[in-house]
C-alpha cells in the first residue's frame, strides 16, 4: 500500500505534466516556434555527435589496435625545412622485426596501378599490395581462404565481396582466375580469399590485394614507398623501440648519407618515429599516403562541434525568450498558486517539467530532421553516416545526456525568474523584469554577433572560391582534355601512332604529352641546388596548353639535340638558380637521379600546374627524363565537342582495346581540386542560416516582451496622437541598438577568423570592407523584418482595448 506523501507525488508530477501539455496547446504559434527553435539546434548536434564518433572511431575495430605502429619519417636537406612523411622503404619492416626482439610482425602496405581483364571486360585498378602477414597484424574478417597463405603465391589475389561481385557475379570465388597486366603483359592470379568489404571508417581501404613482392623491388633505405608496419609485443617499451629502429636506420643509411655530402656538398638528417594506428586518420603531422585513406583534420571537428554547440545555445536563449514574453501572461496563474500555498521549489519543478516537455518534442523532431536531412549532410561531409551505423550504447548515452542538458539549460533561467514574482504584484499586474533585462539583451547581442561572424565567413569562403575559378592560370583549360594512357614502356610508340591517326581530323586543334602525376628532384643549376618538379612531355605540349615563352624556344624536331640534350624551365626556376632572365639560355642543368646534363633552350612563364592553393615551384622540362609518356591533352575545338570526343575514344580503343578509356577535361580537374573549400562555403553558409532563422525567433520574444510591457504606454501614446510609424521606431529603437553592437563585436572577430584561414593559400584574395558591410546589413534587414511584423501590429492597434485590458 502506498503512502500518503507518494500519492500526492505522484498526482503532483501528473499535474505537472498535464499543466505543460495545456500551455503548450493554448500558445500555439510560440509553442511551434519553441520546438522548432529546439529541435533544429538538436538536430545540428545530432549530426555533428555522429561525424565526430565517425572521425574518432577510426581503425578502433583492429584488435591489436593499441600496439600498431607506422613507422614514419622526418626528413631534412641542407636548409630546407623538414619534411614529414609517413612512408618508408621497403626493407625497413624486415630488418626491424629481424634484429628488435619487441617486434612481433610487420605489415607493410602500398598502392600500385594495374589493368585487370575478365573475359571481355577490362578494368584499370589500384589494388592493395600487402605481405603475407597483412592479416595477421590487421584484423580484416578473411571469409573464405587461409588468413596465413592467401598472399604468399606470387600470383594470388584477395578479393573484397564487392569486387568478387563485381568480376563474378558472386562471393564463391576461391580459385578462380583473373588476369592481371602491371605493365605490358596479362598474367593468370588466383583468388586465393575473400574478405569483408573495408569498414568506412577503415583509414586501410581495399577492394583487390595483392602480394607486396611481386609489385615492390625497392631495396633502398632512403626516401619513400610503401606504408611499413609494426606489430609490437604488449611488454615493448615504446621509447626502447624508437631508439632502435633509429640505430639500425643510421647504420644501413650512414655510408649513403657521408656520400652524398662529400660529391653533392648536401647535408641529409632523417629522424625516424613511431605513429599509433588510430592516431593516423586525426593527424596533422604525417599524412596518409600509399594506400591510406586521406586522413582528417581534427580542426574540422573542432569547427563543427562549435557550430553545434552555438546552435544549440541560441536554441536554448530562444526558449528563454519567449518562456520570458509568454510570463507576464502567465503572472495571475503564479499568483494564484502562491496564494493557495505552492512553494518556490514547486513553481521551479513545474516550469522545469515545461522545458522537459518542449525539450522531448524538440528531440522527436530532432530525429525525424536528422533521418530527413542526413543525406545532404552525407555528400557536404563526404560521409556515410546513419543514425544505425556506429549506434551504441555511448552513443544513445549522449543523446540522452543532450536532452537532459537541453531542457535543463533551457529552463533554468525562466523557472529562476519566474518563481521569483511576488503573489500581490502579479494578482495586480504590476510584476514587472528586475532591471533593465541586461542577461537577455546580452544574449540577443551574442546570437547576432554569431550570425553576422557567420555571415562574414560565408562570403569570404565563396569570394576566395571565386577567385580560385576565375583567376588567369597561365594556360587556357577551356576544352583541353586529358587521356591517360596504359601503364606501358612503350608508351611514346603508342603516343605516336595516336598522333597520326588523329591528324587533320575536324575538332582536334592540337595534341601533347606528358609524364604521368608529378616527380619531385633535385637539381643543380651552376652549382647551386635547386628542387624541381620534373617533366617529360613532347614539342607540342606547351602549344597544346597555350603556354607561351619569354626567352628561347619550343623543343623543335628541327633540333636533333632536343630529344636527348636540351631542357625548358620556368620563370621560378631561373629565380631559384640564381640567374638572369636574359642569360638563362645556353645555361647547363644536371637533372634528375641519373644527373643528365640538359642545355637550356627556353624559359616559359610561370603557370599554375598545381592548385591556387600551393605557390608554383621550379619546374623543368625534357624530351629526355628518365619516364614514360602517362597523359595525352587534347584541345579540341569549341562548338563541336561530342563529336571529338567519340573520335578520340574510337582512336584509342583501336590502339590499345585491352586498356579502358576515360577522359577528363581540365576545368572539372581544377573544380575538384577545391572540393574541399566548396564543401566548408556549404557548411558555413547553412551554419549561417540556422543561426539567423532561430536567432529571429529569439528576437521575436523579445519583441513580444518588450511590447506586453508596454502595451499601457503604447496605448497612452497613440491617445496623446502619435503616429504609427512613430510607435513602429519607438519599439524598434532599441532592437537596432542591439543588432549594431553585435555588428561591432562580430566585426574584428570575423575579420581576424578570416584573416587566419586565409593564410592558407598561397594566392589568396584581399580582405575588403564590403564583405562586412554586406554581412551586416543582410542581418539588420532580416531582423528589422521580424521586428516589423510584431511593432506594426502594435502600433496599429486599438488604444482603447489595450488600457481597459491593464
Given at each position: 500500500m502506498l503512502d500518503v506523501p507518494d500519492v500526492n507525488r505522484k498526482l503532483m508530477i501528473s499535474n505537472y505534466f498535464k499543466i505543460a501539455w495545456r500551455n503548450l496547446l493554448s500558445n500555439k504559434i510560440l509553442s511551434v516556434i519553441k520546438i522548432g527553435g529546439l529541435g533544429l539546434g538538436l538536430m545540428v548536434c545530432m549530426?555533428?555527435?555522429?561525424?565526430?564518433?565517425?572521425?574518432?572511431?577510426?581503425?578502433?575495430?583492429?584488435?591489436?589496435?593499441?600496439?600498431?605502429?607506422?613507422?614514419?619519417?622526418?626528413m631534412k636537406i641542407g636548409q630546407d625545412e623538414p619534411n614529414k612523411i609517413g612512408v618508408t622503404q621497403a626493407p625497413l619492416g624486415p630488418a626491424f622485426q629481424k634484429e628488435i626482439p619487441g617486434i612481433l610482425l610487420f605489415a607493410r602496405v602500398d598502392l600500385t596501378h594495374v589493368t585487370v581483364r575478365k573475359g571481355s571486360d577490362v578494368f584499370t585498378e589500384n589494388p592493395l599490395v600487402a605481405d603475407t602477414s597483412f592479416f595477421s597484424v590487421f584484423s580484416f574478417s578473411l571469409l573464405k581462404g587461409n588468413p596465413g597463405t592467401a598472399l604468399k603465391d606470387a600470383h594470388s589475389v584477395v578479393l573484397s565481396e564487392e569486387s568478387a561481385v563485381k568480376y563474378f557475379g558472386t562471393t564463391d570465388?576461391?580459385?578462380?582466375?583473373?588476369?592481371?597486366?602491371q605493365n605490358d603483359v596479362f598474367e593468370n592470379y588466383t583468388v586465393t580469399g575473400l574478405v569483408e568489404n573495408a569498414p568506412q571508417n577503415s583509414s586501410i581501404q581495399y577492394k583487390l590485394i595483392l602480394p607486396f613482392e611481386s609489385f615492390n623491388a625497392n631495396h633502398g633505405w632512403i626516401g619513400g614507398g610503401p606504408n611499413t608496419f609494426l606489430l609490437l609485443s604488449p611488454q615493448a617499451k615504446l621509447a626502447d623501440v624508437k631508439h632502435k629502429i633509429q640505430d639500425i636506420f643510421d647504420k644501413n643509411t650512414s655510408e649513403q648519407i657521408s656520400k652524398a655530402k662529400e660529391t653533392q656538398n648536401l647535408v641529409i638528417k632523417i629522424e625516424l618515429d613511431l605513429q599509433g594506428l588510430t592516431d593516423i586518420h586525426l593527424s596533422s603531422s604525417w599524412k596518409a599516403d600509399n594506400g591510406l585513406e586521406n586522413g582528417s583534420s581534427p580542426t574540422y571537428s573542432y569547427i563543427l562541434s562549435c557550430i553545434a554547440f552555438f546552435i544549440l545555445i541560441i536554441a536554448c536563449i530562444n526558449f528563454v525568450n519567449l518562456a520570458l514574453a509568454q510570463s507576464l501572461k502567465r503572472g495571475k496563474e503564479i499568483g494564484i498558486r502562491k496564494v493557495v500555498g505552492g512553494t518556490k521549489q514547486q513553481l521551479i519543478w513545474q516550469f522545469m517539467v515545461e522545458s522537459l516537455l518542449v525539450s522531448f518534442v524538440s528531440f522527436l523532431l530532432a530525429i525525424v530532421l536528422t533521418?530527413?536531412?542526413?543525406?545532404?549532410?552525407?555528400?557536404?561531409?563526404?560521409?556515410?553516416?546513419?543514425?544505425?551505423?556506429?549506434?551504441?550504447?555511448?552513443?544513445?548515452?549522449?543523446y540522452f545526456l543532450l536532452l537532459l542538458l537541453t531542457a535543463f539549460v533551457a529552463g533554468f533561467y525562466p523557472s529562476l525568474v519566474l518563481s521569483r514574482f511576488k503573489p500581490v504584484k502579479v494578482l495586480y499586474g504590476r510584476e514587472k523584469f528586475p532591471g533593465k533585462n541586461y542577461f537577455t539583451k546580452?544574449?540577443?547581442?551574442?546570437q547576432f554577433a554569431l550570425a553576422i561572424f557567420l555571415m562574414i565567413g560565408s562570403i569570404a569562403i565563396y569570394s576566395q572560391l571565386n577567385f580560385f575559378l576565375h583567376k588567369d592560370l597561365g594556360y587556357k583549360s577551356s576544352n583541353l582534355v586529358k587521356i591517360d594512357l596504359p601503364f606501358s614502356r612503350d608508351n611514346d610508340g603508342l603516343l605516336a601512332v595516336f598522333k597520326n591517326d588523329l591528324k587533320g581530323q575536324p575538332g582536334i586543334v592540337a595534341i601533347g604529352a606528358r609524364n604521368r602525376g608529378s616527380m619531385i628532384t633535385g637539381a643543380k643549376a651552376d652549382g647551386k641546388d635547386v628542387l624541381i618538379d620534373y617533366n617529360k612531355i613532347d614539342d607540342a605540349f606547351f602549344p597544346t596548353y597555350g603556354i607561351s615563352f619569354i626567352e628561347g624556344r619550343n623543343f623543335s624536331p628541327a633540333f636533333a639535340a632536343d630529344s636527348s640534350q636540351s631542357a625548358i624551365v620556368n620563370e621560378r626556376f631561373v629565380v631559384d638558380a640564381g640567374w638572369r632572365l636574359a642569360?638563362?639560355?645556353g645555361k647547363t642543368v644536371l637533372a634528375g637521379d641519373e644527373s643528365k646534363k640538359l642545355t637550356v633552350v627556353g624559359v616559359i612563364r610561370d603557370y599554375h600546374f598545381r592548385p591556387l592553393k600551393e605557390k608554383i615551384t621550379a619546374q623543368l622540362?625534357?624530351?629526355?627524363?628518365?619516364?614514360?609518356?602517362?597523359?595525352?591533352?587534347?584541345r579540341l575545338q569549341h562548338g563541336n565537342i561530342p563529336q571529338s570526343l567519340s573520335l578520340l575514344e574510337r582512336s584509342f580503343k583501336k590502339l590499345s582495346p585491352f586498356y579502358p578509356y576515360d577522359y577528363q577535361f581540365m576545368d572539372d580537374i581544377n573544380a575538384r581540386s577545391y572540393q574541399t573549400e566548396t564543401k566548408w562555403k556549404q557548411i558555413i553558409s547553412i551554419a549561417a542560416i540556422l543561426f539567423m532563422a532561430i536567432s529571429c525567433m529569439g528576437l521575436f520574444g523579445l519583441v513580444i516582451l518588450s511590447v506586453e510591457q508596454r502595451t499601457k504606454e503604447i496605448g497612452i501614446r497613440k491617445v496623446l496622437g502619435a503616429a504609427a510609424g512613430r510607435i513602429v521606431m519607438l519599439i524598434s529603437k532599441d532592437f537596432v541598438q542591439l543588432i549594431a553592437l553585435a555588428f561591432l563585436i562580430a566585426v574584428p572577430l570575423g575579420y581576424w577568423a578570416v584573416y587566419i584561414w586565409l593564410q592558407h593559400f598561397a594566392y589568396r584574395i584581399d580582405i575588403e570592407w564590403w564583405m562586412f558591410a554586406a554581412a551586416g546589413l543582410l542581418v539588420m534587414i532580416l531582423a528589422l523584418a521580424t521586428i516589423s511584423f510584431k511593432a506594426i501590429k502594435a502600433a496599429v492597434a486599438n488604444p482603447a482595448k489595450s488600457l481597459k485590458e491593464m
Open positions: 549530426l555533428i555527435l555522429l561525424y565526430n564518433k565517425d572521425e574518432i572511431s577510426f581503425d578502433h575495430f583492429h584488435t591489436n589496435k593499441k600496439h600498431i605502429y607506422r613507422v614514419v619519417q622526418t570465388v576461391l580459385g578462380k582466375i583473373l588476369q592481371v597486366k533521418s530527413a536531412l542526413l543525406p545532404l549532410f552525407n555528400k557536404l561531409a563526404d560521409k556515410k553516416l546513419s543514425l544505425a551505423y556506429l549506434a551504441d550504447s555511448s552513443l544513445y548515452i549522449s546580452g544574449l540577443i547581442v551574442m642569360d638563362a639560355i622540362f625534357s624530351m629526355a627524363a628518365n619516364q614514360s609518356y602517362g597523359q595525352i591533352w587534347v
